[in-house]
Every structure is written in structure tokens, then in C-alpha cells.
């Protein structure tokens, strides 16, 4: 998969941050999400994920998660943090917490597409939660490439997520047993 | 000088007409400036009140998740706090809520410029369609614009709008992503200056909007500046409008230059009619002033001319007699100077005519009174012919050198000559020719007084003097000579007992052949004294009679002092 030249050289330690470039978020250094689209039966009950706030910054600044996962807001930082999305796949405003706040605040992401958080005290934050409809996505490495496992046959539809305005697809028909080499241009 | 002062008049009344006109106006366009910077001022902290609202709100996340994560419907909500202040407060007047910051009504632009409406319109300010309409932009502009709007809608009266749009920029990409527009009511021109009358309003979409005018009682004039406008294409300017039918001066100063909204100016109305009564008021104080001035000229320089003309006159009559009387006086000094030139000639020439034969008289006489066959009474008698002849001699000496002097021929050789000298040698002679009258001398006379002259002149004074002392003295009388030194003169006085002179003929003994007749006993021809005193005059000296009564008569000549060492060139 083809990501976006990115100007800084790849951080092992996968901190990105998300940009706004002409109304268009993305993370920098370029970071794109895989999934699989279909027809998958639903787990009885998802794990938990978590987007925490640590130095004034989202981590993972972009966060892919099936629908209907509880996603927890962790505030590592010492001062507040007042988490917020207006996006209209799902509104929510934590309002402002503290650290030890408990329970972690969290949110059930109950439908699919993209969310942007923000704090409404730190203006400059931003973190996207990517919410897909299939339990088989993943991210790729700064590089682009990906590798998604343990798929089902059958005839697919295999989308990448590139930045908020653009995701790309490919019909893939996966064999059992067979690997699968899609590349996105 | 009638002309002059009326040029002045017609001149003084122009200008201060003039002068006046321009003060007007002057002031006017001082009032009107400091107006509209007054107004210039409210609107820039107005503005930057607004500004600072708006950087505020460009900060909020909420504002920027609205306008960026498609959530429009949420940005009135956000905002809402953040521009509470705008929109609260009681119900101001007009009056106040024209000078504050209290907003009529709010709205947002999206990105292509159109109004954002808001949910609940009741908490941003009810607008009509039209007025909500006319709040987009074709742009998102980068700067703040102002604008003017006319809300008619379903009002009585229309009411006029002063549009504040103010982008915000995105914290994160620095570009525009939304407009506020603020609405306010527009500032008033204060309008209680100096200058009472004065109307304000706003011209905007294509009419003159005042609030104390009727929109028909505006209409003429909203035509003539609508088209001033339109034609000028001018920020501000002013004009006189006779569109009422009373003269009005109109300023007007563009409200909103470079504004993506639709042009709008401030208007000041001033009556004229005022300043045109004062300037009519002036005009006949001028010419009253002038008037009075030509008058009182004309009064004036017929009297100074009265004044002045008196002695040119007088001086045209006097020249006229001065001219007369020098013609007569030169016509005189002709004749005169011709009569003396002649008779200076007949004298010298009879002089010299006469000489020789008195020459031969004498000489004859002599020859015969060498002759020895006469009788003693012949001799007698030829003895007086030839004193006789001796006189005339004198006489016609006398008269040579009277004519020389007349003739300004005589020059005087000036030395020092010895005075005390000359008359001590005089006074020895009269002693010795005093004919047995036992006259009795006295002298007073310094050993050395030198005056400047020539000797044999000097002594022809002297001897005329001392004669005269001695010809009209009585037997038994007495002479008194006396010389000082009085600073550059010497004075000889010399005086005589004897008969006085009468009063009535002492002024003329210095004239020439005048003989007191009262003396006419002693003999003499008349010259003497006159012959003295010319040539004392002649040596820069004078004789006078000092006085003559009872038995005294006393003379004095006055002559130059002299060193004896120091000679003078030359005396004319």
C-alpha cells in the first residue's frame, strides 16, 4: 500500500500526531488503516481500547475499533482534559477530568465512520477513532505495508484508509489457505 | 480719492464675504471631521472589541469541531458562550445601544460565504430573510469588513444596521474557515456641536436614510447626493445642495472603504441659511462701513484740501507779489548798478579831469605869488586861491578813492601797522596846527597797538578823526583820544568838546558831501567821514558815532588787531 511521502523519518516508537492539511486530517508521519469489509458474525462481547491523553497529545493519535467498542479516555497528563467529538458519527463530551478520574471515562462507539476528538481545553489536540463494521483491519507500518491474518474465504471488499477524505478499495476474493497480495496504488 | 475708497469698499466686502463663506465652511468641515473621527474612533474599538471576540473564538475547539467535523448545527451553541456578552444585557435605548458593544444580532458564514442560519433564531437576533440574505459574502474575506444594511421588513420604520464581519482563521492552517458577522446599531452622530441644525444620517443601498427626516422630506436631497456620489466616485467630499429649497451644506465620508459590502456614507447636513444671514448681515455692515468711510473721506479731504489749498494760495499771491517785488528789485539793482558804474566812472573821471587843471591853478597861482611888483592885498588874496586850490586837491583825492572803492578797484596791501604810533604822530601835528584855539589834549593811548591795514589808509582814518575833532571843537575845548586792544580789535575812540550834532542829522554824517548845516561855519566838503568809515569797513573794521550831546561828541573806529611780526596778505 502506497501512504503519502512523509518528510520526517519513521519513529520506532509509532508516536504520530494528526494534521490538518486543507481540512483534511491525516497523521504525520503518514500512518493508513486496512480492513476487510463483509459479512463477519459479531463477537459476543469486544475487548476494551483506550485513547489516552499524555503530554497534551492523543496516544494513539489514530485508533481503528469494530463498532460497538468501549473505548476508555485515560488522562496520564497532571492537568485537565475535557475530551469531545462534534463529529456526527458520534457526539460525545466527557467533560473535564481529571487523572485520577475513575472510572475512566469512555464511550461506546456504536456506528460506523470517522471521529475526530478533540480537548476543549488544549485547542491543538486531535485524535481520529476509526470506526469500521468488520473485526479484520489493521494498520500499517510508515512504510505502508500491512498484513491482516486469520481471513475467511470468500469474495471481500478490502479498503485502506489514507487520511479523512480518502479511503481506497479492492475487491479481493481470499482462498483458504492462500495469501493474498493487494496493493493500493 | 472717492474712487479709491470705493475700490477699498467693493474690495473689503468681497473678501469678507468671502472670508466669511470659507470660515463657514471651514468650520463646517472641522465639525464634520472631528464628527466622523469621533465616529472613526467608536467604530475602530468597536472593531477591535469584535477582533478580540473573534480570536477568542477562532481558539474554541468547539467552534472548530463545528465548523470542521460538519457539525453546523452545533456552532450557534458554541458559540454562544463565548459571545454572551455581545447579545446580553437589558434593552438599551437606542441612544446606548448605539454607543455599546450590545449587539443586535449574530450570525456565521460558512465557507463559501452563505449565512449559517441558526436553530433557535430568537437567541442570535431575529432577522428578516432579506436582511439575513443580504449578510453573505461572496468571499471569505481576510480582513474586517463594515457594512451598512436597511432592515424594512415588516417594520414601521425602516432601521439601519452596522455590519461588523470579522473572519475567523483556523488555529491550525492560519486560513479562514468561518465569518462572524455582528450587527449593531449604527453610532449617531452626536450632532449638539457648535453648530445647531445639524442632521446626520447614513446613505447606503442607494438612498439617504436620516433619522430626524421623513423619507419624503429626504428624497430630494437623497436624489442630488445619490448622484453626487455615483458621478464623484469620491471617499468624501461636500457639497451646497439647493434641493430643499433653503441652501444646505452636505458632507459626506465613505463609511466603509474597500469594503466587500455595498458602499455606504455618513452624510452631514448643515443649514446655510444661517451663515447666508450672517453673510448678508455682513454685507451691509461692510457697505454701511463703506459708505460712512466715503463719506467721511470725501468730508475729510474737502476739508484738508481747504486746509492745504489756504496757503498754496497764499504762497501763489505771495510768489506772485515776491515776483513782482524782485522784478521791481532787479530792475533797481540794474538801474542801480548802472547809475553807480556811471556815476563811479564820472566820479573817476571828473576826478582825473579836474586834477590837472587845479594842477595848473595852483601852479599858476604860485608863479605869481613869486612875483614881487603886487600889492601886500593881491598877495593876500592869491594866497587863498591856492588854499582854495590845496581844497579842491583834496576833495578830488578824496573822491578818486571813493570812486575806487565804489568801483571795488581799491585793495588794501594789509601789514601790521603800528596804531599808537600813527595817532601819537597825529596827535603832535594837531598840537602844532591848532591855530591858537588852546584846545586841550588828552591821550590814552597804549605804547603798542599794531593793527592789520595799510599805513597810509590807516592814517587817513586817523587824520579824518582827529581833523574833525579839531575843526568842529569850540576855543578853549578839549580832545580825548583813547586805544584798547578789545579781543581781535583795537579800539580808538576819539572825542571832542564843541557843539553837538543834532539828533535828526547824526545818521547821516556818513553820508557823502552832507554837512551839518548848523556847522556849515567850519569848512570841509562832506567826505571825510563816509571816506573813513569805507576804508575802516574796507579794513574789516567800522566807525560809528558812539554819541554827540551837550558839549560831546565821540567817535570810535574798530580795527583788525595785528602782531607787530605778523603781516596780512592780502584785504579786499
Known amino acids: 500500500m502506497e501512504l503519502p511521502k512523509s518528510h520526517s523519518a519513521p519513529v520506532v516508537a509509532k508516536r504520530y500526531e494528526i494534521v490538518t492539511v486543507g481540512g483534511v486530517l491525516k497523521t504525520s508521519p503518514p500512518v493508513g488503516i486496512v480492513y476487510l469489509e463483509g459479512s463477519f458474525p459479531k463477537p459476543s462481547a469486544l475487548p476494551k481500547k483506550e485513547v489516552a491523553q499524555k503530554d497534551l497529545a492523543f496516544l494513539p493519535s489514530l485508533l481503528p475499533v469494530q463498532v460497538g467498542t468501549r473505548v476508555e479516555f485515560p488522562n496520564l497528563d497532571d492537568t485537565y482534559h475535557n475530551i469531545f467529538s462534534y463529529s456526527p458519527v458520534k457526539r460525545f463530551d466527557l467533560g473535564r477530568y481529571r487523572p485520577e478520574e475513575r472510572p475512566i471515562p469512555s464511550v461506546v462507539f456504536d456506528k460506523p465512520g470517522l471521529v475526530t476528538l478533540r480537548c476543549e481545553i488544549h485547542e491543538h489536540m486531535r485524535g481520529l477513532i476509526l470506526v469500521i463494521d468488520t473485526p479484520n483491519f489493521t494498520l500499517t507500518d510508515a512504510d505502508g505495508r500491512f498484513r491482516l491474518s486469520g481471513l475467511p474465504s470468500g469474495r471481500y471488499t478490502l479498503k485502506a484508509w489514507i487520511d479523512s477524505k480518502t479511503t481506497r478499495q479492492q475487491s479481493v476474493e481470499l482462498k483458504n489457505g492462500a495469501v493474498a497480495r493487494v496493493d493500493f496504488p | ?572
Open chain 2, 1 to 572: 480719492m472717492m474712487v479709491v475708497v470705493a475700490v477699498m469698499t467693493g474690495l473689503g466686502l468681497y473678501f469678507a464675504q468671502r472670508n466669511v463663506a470659507a470660515n463657514v465652511e471651514r468650520s463646517l468641515q472641522q465639525d464634520f471631521q472631528s464628527q466622523v473621527s469621533a465616529l472613526d474612533r467608536l467604530q475602530e474599538l468597536r472593531n477591535a472589541a469584535l477582533a478580540e471576540h473573534c480570536r477568542a473564538l477562532a481558539l474554541k475547539p468547539r467552534i472548530h469541531a463545528a465548523l470542521e467535523d460538519n457539525a453546523r448545527d452545533l456552532l450557534y451553541p458554541s458559540a454562544k458562550d463565548e459571545l454572551r456578552d455581545l447579545m446580553e444585557g437589558d434593552e438599551l435605548t437606542t441612544e446606548q445601544s448605539a454607543q455599546s458593544l450590545h449587539a443586535r444580532f449574530y450570525r456565521f458564514l460558512d465557507e463559501a460565504g452563505s449565512v449559517l442560519p441558526p436553530s433557535k433564531p430568537e437567541e442570535f437576533g431575529q432577522l428578516d430573510e432579506q436582511t439575513e440574505a443580504a449578510l453573505a459574502l461572496r468571499q471569505l474575506p481576510q480582513t474586517q469588513q463594515i457594512g451598512y444594511l436597511v432592515e424594512t421588513g415588516n417594520r414601521s420604520e425602516p432601521i439601519i444596521d452596522e455590519i461588523i464581519a470579522v473572519p475567523i482563521f483556523s488555529s491550525d492552517t492560519g486560513e479562514v474557515i468561518s465569518v462572524l458577522v455582528v450587527g449593531f446599531k449604527p453610532f449617531q452622530l452626536a450632532g449638539n456641536g457648535t453648530l445647531s441644525g445639524m442632521k446626520s444620517g447614513i446613505w447606503v443601498g442607494g438612498h439617504l436614510h436620516v433619522a430626524s427626516l421623513s423619507d419624503s422630506a429626504a428624497a430630494p436631497l437623497d436624489a442630488e447626493l445619490s448622484n453626487v456620489i455615483a458621478k464623484s466616485g469620491r471617499a468624501q467630499n461636500n457639497f451646497i445642495s439647493h434641493a430643499t429649497g433653503a441652501p444646505e451644506l452636505l458632507f459626506y465620508k465613505r463609511l466603509n472603504p474597500d469594503s466587500l459590502f455595498p458602499p455606504a456614507y455618513e452624510v452631514c447636513i448643515y443649514p446655510l441659511a444661517g451663515s447666508i444671514e450672517r453673510q448678508h448681515r455682513l454685507r451691509w455692515q461692510i457697505g454701511g462701513a463703506g459708505i460712512l468711510l466715503l463719506l467721511g473721506g470725501f468730508f475729510a479731504s474737502h476739508f484738508t484740501a481747504a486746509r492745504l489749498s489756504a496757503p498754496v494760495e497764499k504762497l501763489a499771491i505771495d510768489s506772485e507779489m515776491n515776483r513782482e517785488h524782485r522784478r521791481r528789485a532787479e530792475a533797481a539793482l540794474v538801474s542801480t548798478s548802472e547809475e553807480l558804474k556811471r556815476s563811479t566812472r564820472y566820479s573817476a573821471d571828473a576826478s582825473h579831469q579836474l586834477k590837472t587843471p587845479v594842477t595848473v591853478l595852483r601852479a599858476g597861482l604860485e608863479g605869481l605869488l613869486a612875483r614881487e611888483d603886487f600889492k601886500p592885498e593881491v598877495y593876500e588874496e592869491l594866497s587863498a586861491l591856492l588854499h582854495q586850490t590845496h581844497r579842491l586837491t583834496g576833495v578830488i583825492e578824496d573822491l578818486l578813492l571813493l570812486s575806487r572803492m565804489d568801483a571795488g578797484h581799491l585793495r588794501i596791501d594789509a601789514k601790521s601797522v603800528n596804531l599808537s604810533h600813527l595817532v601819537e604822530q597825529w596827535l603832535d601835528d594837531l598840537g602844532a596846527l591848532s591855530d591858537g584855539q588852546n584846545t586841550k589834549i588828552e591821550r590814552q593811548i597804549p605804547s603798542e597797538l599794531y593793527v592789520a591795514g595799510e599805513e597810509r589808509y590807516t592814517s587817513l582814518i586817523v587824520q579824518n578823526l582827529l581833523e574833525n575833532a579839531q575843526k568842529y571843537n569850540r576855543p578853549g575845548g578839549w580832545i580825548r583820544a583813547s586805544a584798547r586792544q578789545e579781543n581781535e580789535h583795537v579800539v580808538l575812540t576819539v572825542s571832542n568838546s564843541g557843539p553837538p550834532i543834532r539828533p535828526s542829522a547824526q545818521k547821516h554824517i556818513f553820508e557823502r558831501f552832507h554837512r551839518d548845516s548848523t556847522r556849515s561855519a567850519v569848512s570841509g566838503h562832506g567826505l571825510g567821514l563816509n571816506l573813513a568809515r569805507e576804508l575802516a569797513r574796507l579794513h574789516g573794521g567800522d566807525l560809528r558815532l558812539l554819541r554827540s550831546e551837550n558839549d560831546s561828541t565821540e567817535f570810535e573806529v574798530r580795527l583788525l588787531a595785528n602782531r607787530p611780526s605778523q603781516d596780512r596778505s592780502s584785504l579786499s
